[in-house]
């Protein structure tokens, strides 16, 4: 288990700080060098995020790689993302941090996480260039996608429970809530 030693006094957390965090479940991020802290996923959340690696994993090529969090994904020496699903190129991650952006960041809503998810986190993919952002709701159930177009996100679709979306980034997929 990893200990706090110390926490940085007067200056923004930063990629090596995180190091320090204990392994106790929670889910450590930073945003601009805020740190964030969220508790362990519920029961309905780790339902909905491997119904949905199932169907990301049955529609990806082979060289792609579906992966479920903890997996940081390092934007900047001061952001640091965990996104609860995320798909790269299999030849693109090399150890524990993936050094490039996501194809696709997944994030799957909870009363924690919500705001955090829809817009924070939102507006760093964003910037990051990642080319698609989805976002899970489980209690509606719906699901949101964006996709990256002349370097902004365009919300490209929204569906509920029953419907189905079918996009093609960062590969043909067809997804229909509720995935639980």
Do not use: N
């Given at each position: 288990?990893?200990?706090?030693?110390?926490?940085?006094?007067?200056?923004?957390?930063?990629?090596?700080?995180?190091?320090?965090?204990?392994?106790?479940?929670?889910?450590?991020?930073?945003?601009?060098?805020?740190?964030?802290?969220?508790?362990?996923?519920?029961?309905?959340?780790?339902?909905?995020?491997?119904?949905?690696?199932?169907?990301?994993?049955?529609?990806?090529?082979?060289?792609?790689?579906?992966?479920?969090?903890?997996?940081?994904?390092?934007?900047?020496?001061?952001?640091?993302?965990?996104?609860?699903?995320?798909?790269?190129?299999?030849?693109?991650?090399?150890d524990e941090t993936l050094p490039v952006r996501p194809l696709l960041a997944v994030e799957i809503l909870s009363p924690a996480t919500r705001q955090?998810?829809?817009?924070?986190?939102?507006?760093?993919?964003?910037?990051?260039?990642?080319?698609?952002?989805?976002?899970?709701?489980?209690?509606?159930?719906?699901?949101?996608?964006?996709?990256?177009?002349?370097?902004?996100?365009?919300?490209?679709?929204?569906?509920?429970?029953?419907?189905?979306?079918?996009?093609?980034?960062?590969?043909?997929?067809?997804?229909?809530?509720?995935?639980?």
């Amino acid at each position: 288990m990893r200990t706090v030693t110390t926490l940085p006094r007067g200056r923004a957390f930063s990629r090596q700080d995180l190091e320090s965090m204990p392994d106790d479940g929670r889910r450590y991020e930073l945003v601009d060098g805020t740190l964030i802290v969220t508790p362990a996923p519920s029961r309905a959340h780790q339902r909905a995020a491997a119904a949905l690696y199932d169907t990301l994993r049955g529609a990806a090529p082979a060289e792609f790689l579906v992966l479920f969090a903890p997996v940081d994904v390092a934007l900047g020496e001061d952001t640091v993302l965990q996104p609860d699903l995320l798909v790269v190129l299999d030849e693109a991650f090399r150890d524990e941090t993936l050094p490039v952006r996501p194809l696709l960041a997944v994030e799957i809503l909870s009363p924690a996480t919500r705001q955090l998810d829809l817009s924070l986190k939102l507006a760093r993919y964003e910037e990051a260039g990642c080319p698609s952002y989805w976002v899970l709701d489980p209690e509606e159930p719906s699901l949101m996608a964006w996709e990256m177009r002349e370097g902004r996100y365009v919300e490209v679709a929204t569906v509920e429970r029953g419907e189905t979306l079918a996009l093609t980034q960062p590969f043909a997929v067809q997804v229909t809530p509720p995935l639980l």
